[in-house]
Protein backbone atom coordinates (compact mmCIF):
# COMPACT_ATOMS: atom_id res chain seq x y z
CA UNK A 1 0.00 0.00 0.00
CA UNK A 2 2.92 2.19 0.98
CA UNK A 3 4.88 1.40 -2.73
CA UNK A 4 1.04 1.98 -4.30
CA UNK A 5 0.37 5.30 -2.37
CA UNK A 6 4.03 6.52 -3.51
CA UNK A 7 3.51 5.88 -7.28
CA UNK A 8 0.57 7.88 -6.73
CA UNK A 9 2.24 10.87 -4.70
CA UNK A 10 5.75 11.23 -7.11
CA UNK A 11 3.75 12.91 -9.87
CA UNK A 12 1.93 15.04 -7.41
CA UNK A 13 5.14 16.33 -5.68
CA UNK A 14 7.14 16.18 -9.23
CA UNK A 15 4.21 18.64 -10.62
CA UNK A 16 4.00 20.90 -7.62
CA UNK A 17 8.29 21.17 -7.31
CA UNK A 18 7.94 22.14 -11.47
CA UNK A 19 5.83 24.99 -10.73
CA UNK A 20 7.77 26.13 -7.69
CA UNK A 21 11.05 25.86 -10.20
CA UNK A 22 9.29 27.33 -13.26
CA UNK A 23 7.93 30.14 -10.91
CA UNK A 24 11.59 30.99 -9.04
CA UNK A 25 13.57 31.84 -12.22
CA UNK A 26 12.12 34.83 -13.12
CA UNK A 27 12.95 36.78 -9.75
CA UNK A 28 16.40 34.50 -9.98
CA UNK A 29 17.14 35.27 -13.47
CA UNK A 30 16.52 38.97 -12.75
CA UNK A 31 19.50 38.83 -10.12
CA UNK A 32 21.94 37.08 -11.99
CA UNK A 33 21.43 39.19 -14.95
CA UNK A 34 22.29 42.42 -13.11
CA UNK A 35 26.08 40.82 -13.16
CA UNK A 36 26.03 38.59 -15.71
CA UNK A 37 24.71 39.91 -19.41
CA UNK A 38 21.60 38.40 -20.76
CA UNK A 39 23.71 36.31 -23.62
CA UNK A 40 26.42 35.44 -21.25
CA UNK A 41 24.29 34.11 -18.99
CA UNK A 42 21.98 32.24 -21.46
CA UNK A 43 25.63 30.44 -22.91
CA UNK A 44 26.43 29.71 -19.16
CA UNK A 45 23.63 27.44 -18.33
CA UNK A 46 22.79 26.12 -21.74
CA UNK A 47 26.01 23.99 -22.84
CA UNK A 48 26.17 22.26 -19.03
CA UNK A 49 22.13 21.70 -19.06
CA UNK A 50 22.89 20.01 -22.90
CA UNK A 51 25.34 17.53 -22.00
CA UNK A 52 23.16 16.75 -18.79
CA UNK A 53 20.07 16.32 -20.66
CA UNK A 54 21.90 13.95 -23.12
CA UNK A 55 22.97 12.01 -20.60
CA UNK A 56 19.63 11.75 -18.88
CA UNK A 57 18.15 10.73 -22.50
CA UNK A 58 20.87 8.50 -23.00
CA UNK A 59 20.05 6.57 -20.06
CA UNK A 60 16.50 6.30 -20.99
CA UNK A 61 16.40 5.56 -24.52
CA UNK A 62 20.05 4.24 -25.11
CA UNK A 63 20.85 6.67 -27.75
CA UNK A 64 21.43 10.72 -28.89
CA UNK A 65 20.55 9.67 -32.04
CA UNK A 66 17.82 12.11 -33.64
CA UNK A 67 16.62 10.70 -37.44
CA UNK A 68 16.95 12.85 -40.22
CA UNK A 69 12.67 13.72 -40.90
CA UNK A 70 13.34 15.39 -37.23
CA UNK A 71 15.94 17.74 -38.12
CA UNK A 72 14.25 20.56 -39.50
CA UNK A 73 11.70 21.04 -36.67
CA UNK A 74 14.47 20.53 -34.56
CA UNK A 75 16.41 23.40 -35.99
CA UNK A 76 13.22 25.10 -35.83
CA UNK A 77 12.05 24.93 -32.23
CA UNK A 78 15.44 25.62 -30.91
CA UNK A 79 15.66 28.73 -33.08
CA UNK A 80 12.19 30.01 -31.28
CA UNK A 81 12.35 27.81 -27.94
CA UNK A 82 16.25 28.85 -27.26
CA UNK A 83 17.69 31.21 -29.45
CA UNK A 84 14.60 33.80 -29.28
CA UNK A 85 12.48 32.70 -26.29
CA UNK A 86 15.15 32.68 -23.62
CA UNK A 87 16.97 36.02 -24.60
CA UNK A 88 13.93 37.69 -25.19
CA UNK A 89 12.85 36.58 -21.78
CA UNK A 90 15.65 37.47 -20.24
CA UNK A 91 16.50 40.80 -21.55
CA UNK A 92 12.08 40.97 -20.87
CA UNK A 93 13.17 40.46 -16.90
CA UNK A 94 15.94 42.73 -17.32
CA UNK A 95 13.48 45.74 -18.23
CA UNK A 96 9.95 44.96 -16.90
CA UNK A 97 10.89 42.74 -13.68
CA UNK A 98 10.52 39.07 -13.05
CA UNK A 99 6.82 38.57 -12.00
CA UNK A 100 5.50 41.11 -14.76
CA UNK A 101 7.53 39.32 -17.66
CA UNK A 102 6.33 35.98 -16.65
CA UNK A 103 2.26 37.91 -16.75
CA UNK A 104 2.61 38.95 -20.26
CA UNK A 105 5.19 35.41 -21.65
CA UNK A 106 2.63 32.99 -20.49
CA UNK A 107 0.50 34.43 -22.65
CA UNK A 108 1.69 31.54 -24.75
CA UNK A 109 -0.72 29.14 -24.61
CA UNK A 110 -3.17 31.35 -26.06
CA UNK A 111 -0.79 32.73 -29.05
CA UNK A 112 0.45 29.07 -29.75
CA UNK A 113 -3.33 27.72 -30.45
CA UNK A 114 -4.17 30.84 -32.18
CA UNK A 115 -0.96 30.15 -34.57
CA UNK A 116 -2.06 26.17 -34.98
CA UNK A 117 -5.15 27.64 -36.08
CA UNK A 118 -3.95 29.97 -38.31
CA UNK A 119 -1.72 27.23 -39.79
CA UNK A 120 -4.62 24.93 -40.03
CA UNK A 121 -4.20 22.20 -37.29
CA UNK A 122 -6.69 23.43 -35.28
CA UNK A 123 -10.13 24.77 -35.87
CA UNK A 124 -11.36 28.46 -35.16
CA UNK A 125 -13.69 28.35 -32.25
CA UNK A 126 -15.54 29.88 -29.72
CA UNK A 127 -13.60 28.81 -27.25
CA UNK A 128 -10.51 30.21 -28.76
CA UNK A 129 -12.08 33.55 -29.46
CA UNK A 130 -12.89 34.41 -25.84
CA UNK A 131 -9.33 32.93 -24.90
CA UNK A 132 -7.99 35.19 -27.50
CA UNK A 133 -10.40 38.43 -26.41
CA UNK A 134 -8.81 37.84 -22.42
CA UNK A 135 -5.74 37.48 -22.92
CA UNK A 136 -5.74 40.88 -25.04
CA UNK A 137 -7.49 42.63 -22.43
CA UNK A 138 -4.98 41.21 -19.79
CA UNK A 139 -2.11 42.38 -21.67
CA UNK A 140 -4.14 46.08 -22.04
CA UNK A 141 -4.20 46.61 -18.39
CA UNK A 142 -0.27 45.58 -18.14
CA UNK A 143 0.24 47.88 -20.77
CA UNK A 144 -1.12 50.38 -18.93
CA UNK A 145 0.78 49.74 -15.39
CA UNK A 146 3.88 49.94 -16.84
CA UNK A 147 3.29 53.20 -18.77
CA UNK A 148 4.00 51.71 -22.17
CA UNK A 149 4.65 54.23 -24.03
CA UNK A 150 7.37 55.19 -21.88
CA UNK A 151 8.81 51.39 -21.83
CA UNK A 152 7.74 49.92 -25.60
CA UNK A 153 10.80 48.35 -26.23
CA UNK A 154 10.73 46.28 -22.82
CA UNK A 155 6.94 45.57 -23.40
CA UNK A 156 7.61 44.48 -27.23
CA UNK A 157 10.55 42.30 -26.31
CA UNK A 158 8.60 40.09 -23.37
CA UNK A 159 5.91 39.85 -25.75
CA UNK A 160 8.10 39.02 -28.47
CA UNK A 161 9.34 36.53 -26.06
CA UNK A 162 5.46 34.83 -25.77
CA UNK A 163 4.92 34.54 -29.01
CA UNK A 164 8.46 33.20 -29.89
CA UNK A 165 7.76 30.31 -27.01
CA UNK A 166 4.32 30.06 -28.77
CA UNK A 167 5.66 29.20 -31.88
CA UNK A 168 7.81 26.77 -30.51
CA UNK A 169 5.46 24.80 -28.54
CA UNK A 170 3.27 24.72 -31.88
CA UNK A 171 6.41 23.32 -33.93
CA UNK A 172 6.62 20.97 -30.72
CA UNK A 173 2.92 19.57 -31.24
CA UNK A 174 2.32 19.13 -34.60
CA UNK A 175 6.10 19.03 -36.14
CA UNK A 176 6.01 15.23 -36.18
CA UNK A 177 9.39 14.71 -34.38
CA UNK A 178 9.36 10.81 -32.97
CA UNK A 179 12.61 11.47 -30.77
CA UNK A 180 12.54 11.33 -27.25
CA UNK A 181 11.83 13.87 -25.33
CA UNK A 182 14.84 14.56 -23.45
CA UNK A 183 17.27 13.94 -26.63
CA UNK A 184 15.26 16.56 -28.23
CA UNK A 185 15.04 19.02 -25.73
CA UNK A 186 19.48 18.27 -25.08
CA UNK A 187 20.06 19.16 -28.60
CA UNK A 188 17.57 22.27 -29.06
CA UNK A 189 19.63 23.62 -26.13
CA UNK A 190 23.11 23.23 -27.73
CA UNK A 191 21.54 24.43 -31.57
CA UNK A 192 19.96 27.62 -30.21
CA UNK A 193 22.74 28.43 -28.16
CA UNK A 194 25.57 28.08 -30.80
CA UNK A 195 23.98 31.69 -32.81
CA UNK A 196 24.03 33.11 -29.06
CA UNK A 197 28.00 32.78 -28.71
CA UNK A 198 29.90 34.91 -31.41
CA UNK A 199 27.23 38.10 -30.09
CA UNK A 200 27.31 37.12 -26.18
CA UNK A 201 31.35 36.94 -26.53
CA UNK A 202 31.27 40.92 -29.08
CA UNK A 203 29.05 42.40 -26.77
CA UNK A 204 29.32 40.88 -23.25
CA UNK A 205 33.22 40.73 -22.57
CA UNK A 206 33.07 44.03 -21.06
CA UNK A 207 30.13 43.99 -19.00
CA UNK A 208 30.24 41.52 -16.73
CA UNK A 209 29.82 42.99 -12.90
CA UNK A 210 30.69 41.87 -9.93
CA UNK A 211 29.82 37.75 -9.86
CA UNK A 212 30.08 36.39 -6.16
CA UNK A 213 28.58 33.31 -4.71
CA UNK A 214 24.70 34.19 -5.10
CA UNK A 215 25.22 34.46 -9.06
CA UNK A 216 27.36 31.23 -8.59
CA UNK A 217 24.48 29.49 -6.82
CA UNK A 218 21.73 30.97 -9.57
CA UNK A 219 24.17 29.65 -12.39
CA UNK A 220 23.90 26.18 -10.78
CA UNK A 221 20.10 26.18 -10.41
CA UNK A 222 19.74 27.37 -13.71
CA UNK A 223 21.75 24.38 -14.99
CA UNK A 224 20.05 21.33 -13.06
CA UNK A 225 17.08 22.90 -12.30
CA UNK A 226 15.55 25.53 -14.88
CA UNK A 227 16.77 23.40 -17.60
CA UNK A 228 17.87 19.57 -17.19
CA UNK A 229 14.69 19.07 -13.86
CA UNK A 230 11.89 21.03 -16.03
CA UNK A 231 12.01 18.82 -19.02
CA UNK A 232 12.85 16.13 -17.25
CA UNK A 233 9.73 16.32 -15.21
CA UNK A 234 7.34 18.08 -17.59
CA UNK A 235 7.99 14.93 -19.81
CA UNK A 236 7.12 12.79 -17.02
CA UNK A 237 4.34 14.46 -15.92
CA UNK A 238 3.00 14.29 -19.26
CA UNK A 239 2.95 10.84 -19.13
CA UNK A 240 0.57 10.73 -15.37
CA UNK A 241 -1.53 13.78 -15.84
CA UNK A 242 -3.59 15.10 -19.12
CA UNK A 243 -2.61 17.79 -21.09
CA UNK A 244 -5.54 20.17 -19.98
CA UNK A 245 -4.31 19.47 -16.30
CA UNK A 246 -0.82 19.87 -16.92
CA UNK A 247 -1.24 23.11 -19.32
CA UNK A 248 -3.88 24.74 -16.52
CA UNK A 249 -1.26 24.07 -13.46
CA UNK A 250 0.75 25.98 -15.94
CA UNK A 251 -1.12 29.18 -14.51
CA UNK A 252 0.02 28.90 -11.19
CA UNK A 253 3.36 30.15 -12.25
CA UNK A 254 2.50 33.82 -13.38
CA UNK A 255 0.13 34.15 -10.38
CA UNK A 256 3.05 32.80 -7.90
CA UNK A 257 5.66 35.32 -9.62
CA UNK A 258 3.84 38.21 -9.04
CA UNK A 259 3.44 37.43 -5.65
CA UNK A 260 7.24 36.08 -4.93
CA UNK A 261 8.10 39.93 -6.87
CA UNK A 262 5.98 41.41 -4.22
CA UNK A 263 7.28 39.71 -0.89
CA UNK A 264 10.76 39.61 -2.00
CA UNK A 265 11.69 42.17 -4.72
CA UNK A 266 9.26 44.87 -3.13
CA UNK A 267 7.33 45.59 -6.31
CA UNK A 268 4.31 47.19 -5.79
CA UNK A 269 1.67 45.22 -6.73
CA UNK A 270 -1.66 47.56 -8.22
CA UNK A 271 -5.08 47.06 -9.53
CA UNK A 272 -3.95 46.66 -13.10
CA UNK A 273 -1.48 43.93 -12.32
CA UNK A 274 -4.33 41.96 -10.66
CA UNK A 275 -6.65 42.76 -13.76
CA UNK A 276 -3.78 41.86 -16.03
CA UNK A 277 -3.25 38.49 -14.14
CA UNK A 278 -7.06 37.77 -13.85
CA UNK A 279 -7.59 38.40 -17.78
CA UNK A 280 -4.42 36.31 -18.77
CA UNK A 281 -5.40 33.35 -16.65
CA UNK A 282 -8.16 33.20 -17.34
CA UNK A 283 -7.85 33.23 -21.16
CA UNK A 284 -4.70 30.52 -20.36
CA UNK A 285 -7.68 28.06 -18.51
CA UNK A 286 -10.43 28.53 -21.72
CA UNK A 287 -7.72 28.06 -23.99
CA UNK A 288 -6.15 24.95 -22.38
CA UNK A 289 -9.59 23.22 -21.27
CA UNK A 290 -12.05 24.66 -23.97
CA UNK A 291 -15.27 24.77 -21.82
CA UNK A 292 -17.17 26.69 -24.50
CA UNK A 293 -16.68 23.80 -27.03
CA UNK A 294 -18.54 21.43 -25.06
Sequence with gaps: MGLNFSKQFLPVFLLIFLILVWTSVWSLFKIAIEAIPPLSFRVIIGIPAFALLLFLGYKKVKTVYVPKSDFKPLLLISFFNVTLWQV???????????????????????????????????????????????????????????????????????????????????????????????????????????????FALYFDLNNFGLINYTHILIIIYGIFLSSAYTYWAYFTILQKFSVNVTSVSVMAVPILAILVDYVLVDVKFSGYDLLALIFIVSGIYIVATKPFNK
Design 88 to 198: LMLYGINMLGGGRAAVLTYTMPVWATIFAAIFGYEKINISIIISLILGMTGIFFLSLEINVFENIFGFLITLSAGLSWAIGTMIVKYGGIKSDGLIVAGWQQIIGIVPIIP
